[in-house]
């Protein structure tokens, strides 16, 4: 089965430190996208960033930047400057299967930044 | 440009009836995917639609149906409500195969 695995169910940080969100995805397709998507409190699902998996480049978005490691089918989510709206449970998402807009999301990661 | 809406924000019904969610897409986005979320089960695909053809479809029983009209608006039904399906159902829509998709604000069905 095609899955995605988030093993830190909860974190907190200081405001300011920098945090690491790790997932983990199985796959058998050579091209595929990544995502992580962000849950406040008020339930809006919002789009973070975005990784193709054909480009070696890690995606970077302001103080969001991923650590893709292809062969290790790895792909954290590094926050630097943590703000307290970043507060939030963080999900990982993949097609999984090339091409298709069935996100397979990982269980998610409660992050909580303290003032 | 306007994200995604979703209607109605919050609805309360009894074990038997039915209901009939609504998602209108960003405009230009011609796909539609519905998720359900739950605190046991976490997010779940439901199905996807494209240019009014479902394209894909989630692992859950028949009661659960979608359509999407000509102007990629699309609407979800789940017949025969059970207390399971309780849950938060969000909506997003993107322009094509492969592409981020954006969530609208979700609906939150709640079955008694």
């Known amino acids: 089965a095609q899955t995605v695995t988030q093993s830190q169910p909860e974190m907190s940080v200081q405001e300011a430190e920098t945090v690491t969100l790790s997932c983990t995805y199985d796959?058998?397709?050579?091209?595929?996208?990544l995502f992580w998507y962000k849950q406040p409190p008020s339930r809006q699902m919002i789009l973070v960033i975005r990784q193709e998996a054909y480009k070696q480049q890690n995606a970077t978005e302001n103080r969001f930047s991923v650590n893709f490691q292809k062969a290790a089918k790895s792909f954290s989510l590094k926050i630097s400057d943590s703000q307290l709206g970043d507060t939030a449970m963080y999900f990982c998402?993949?097609?999984?299967?090339?091409?298709?807009?069935?996100?397979?999301f990982g269980q998610g990661t409660r992050l909580t930044i303290n003032p | 440009k306007a994200g995604v809406t979703q209607t109605p924000r919050y609805l309360i019904k009894t074990r038997g009836q039915q209901v009939t969610l609504s998602c209108s897409p960003i405009s230009g986005h011609r796909s539609v995917s519905w998720y359900q979320q739950t605190p046991g089960q976490g997010l779940q695909f439901l199905f996807e639609y494209f240019s009014e053809t479902q394209r894909n479809k989630g692992n859950f029983p028949g009661r659960f149906s979608g359509r999407q009209f000509s102007n990629s608006r699309s609407e979800m039904n789940v017949s025969t409500l059970e207390l399971g399906d309780s849950a938060l159902y969000l909506c997003?829509?993107?322009w094509g195969q492969g592409a981020e998709q954006y969530f609208g604000p979700g609906t939150r069905l709640t079955v008694t």
């Open positions: 796959t058998s397709e050579n091209n595929y996208y």
């Open positions: 998402a993949s097609p999984i299967i090339q091409g298709a807009q069935k996100l397979v």
């Open positions: 997003a829509s993107s």
